[in-house]
């Protein structure tokens, strides 16, 4: 019978090639287990992450998944077998790491999200994270990766990037009203789920100091669904969380599909596209905070100089504080809960070196950071203050003004309630 791992090899090869009816009809019922099969085409059935097999640690008292998992997400069946809940599994990924056997796995988005690409009916666009600059070799440049994208029957690429800058001007502006005493501080940042999470599931008296900003993730596929509301969303990045993050009931109606960068290279090699190959179809949008988030701190520097370039006299200006990794997270708000910190601006990652550290990168973290900086560095703009795209996308988006963001800004906020 064929693994999990190699049934999504051979459905991931036909249906590149689009040739997905044949091979399912040349599967033979027992070669492969249905509940594969039913994870690989169906997976928001599914929790975001698998058990592809019963495990040898499962009767154990204490399974190393069940031990390492913060949100209480892993259990026992009424057969007594560990189970994933999916209503508080976030998405981290550390039980896989944790599983020795090897029985765990994350769930895969990419045969549906490819038939929704094959199936024509709708424009489906591939919503790029901050992190993958040169992720695909230093070769693919993002012109050539947005024209693999087009080869492959995706309508266009978008930078998340530019919703970065959307949501660093409402976080600036939140920090700029908001923050008013030496004593009041703000939490973020919006686009790590993993963080939200923690806050939102264990720190939760801590709630009312997180703007309820949507991640750029969310913020972009709302928009893309405003301007073009048949369409069809999909979000790849180096993040697992960003699969749980996109079913949250807020947001589930934005974000179609989630894939990781992992998955995005298989498809590619699937079918036999080579993004270095391809000619340049490069459109330059982001200034240079959004491009700067997918790295620790990234977030604070981008929301630092827009409060600068906002209220530059201001007189409590933003002191920030980072935490990155789960376990520094967590230190970071016990010493906040216990009064040892006095800073006003606490950023947390859930991954050590921010989102270029993800759990489904490419490349190193080191080499990923530096990459996000010089692409950064390269920006046409500083903030997203003097980004014409900005303030044109907020104009079709209808904002009438930066400031509107704070006074209308459904699309751009969550509802923690949910």
């Known amino acids: 019978m064929v693994t999990f791992r190699e049934l999504y090899d051979r459905l991931v090869t036909a249906s590149a090639q689009n040739q997905m009816e044949g091979e399912l009809d040349a599967l033979k019922a027992d070669e492969f287990d249905p509940h594969h099969l039913n994870c690989l085409l169906n997976p928001k059935a599914h929790p975001v992450v698998l058990r592809t097999d019963a495990c040898d640690c499962g009767m154990a008292e204490d399974p190393p998944c069940a031990v390492r998992c913060l949100f209480d997400a892993i259990f026992r069946d009424e057969k007594g077998a560990v189970s994933i ?94 923050i008013v005493t030496e004593k009041d501080y703000q939490l973020t940042s919006c686009c790590c789920p993993m963080w939200i999470a923690m806050i939102k599931k264990v720190y939760h008296e801590l709630m009312p100091h997180v703007p309820a900003s949507v ?31 996109a079913r949250e009931k807020d947001i589930a109606s934005a974000v179609d599909f989630v894939l990781t960068f992992h998955e995005i290279r298989d498809v590619f090699d699937a079918a036999r596209i080579d993004p270095a190959k391809m000619p340049e179809d490069d459109r330059d949008h982001s200034s240079r905070t959004g491009r700067i988030y997918a790295t620790t701190g990234g977030v604070s520097e981008a929301v630092q100089a827009t409060v600068k370039r906002l209220n530059p006299h201001r007189p409590i200006a933003v002191r920030a504080i980072q935490a990155d990794g789960v376990p520094a997270c967590r230190a970071m708000l016990s010493d906040l809960q216990a009064g040892n910190i006095t800073a006003n601006f606490l950023e947390g990652m859930g991954c050590a070196g921010g989102c270029v550290g993800g759990p489904k990168v490419l490349i190193s973290k080191e080499e990923g950071r530096k990459n996000v900086y010089e692409y950064g560095d390269g920006a046409a703009y500083l903030t997203p203050v003097e980004n014409p795209y900005v303030t044109e996308l907020l104009k079709r988006l209808g904002f009438d003004s930066i400031e509107s963001l704070l006074e209308h800004s459904d699309m751009f906020t969550r509802d923690f309630s949910l």
């Open 215 to 245: 991640s750029p993730m969310a913020a972009c596929g709302r928009a893309i669904k405003k301007l073009h509301p048949d369409a069809v969303t999909v979000f790849i990045g180096p993040c697992l969380a960003k699969k749980a993050e």
């Open 85 to 178: 809940d999916p209503t508080r599994c976030v998405g981290c990924g550390d039980c896989i790491d944790a599983c020795a056997c090897q029985k765990l796995t994350e769930s895969k988005d990419i045969l549906p999200a490819l038939a929704a690409v094959h199936s024509a009916k709708a424009p489906v666009y591939a919503m790029i994270a901050p992190a993958f600059i040169n992720q695909f070799t230093s070769d693919v440049t993002p012109g050539k990766l947005r024209a693999a994208f087009k080869r492959l029957g995706f309508t266009g690429m978008v930078e998340v990037a530019l919703f970065a800058d959307i949501l660093t001007l409402k976080e600036a502006l939140e920090f700029d009203k908001n």
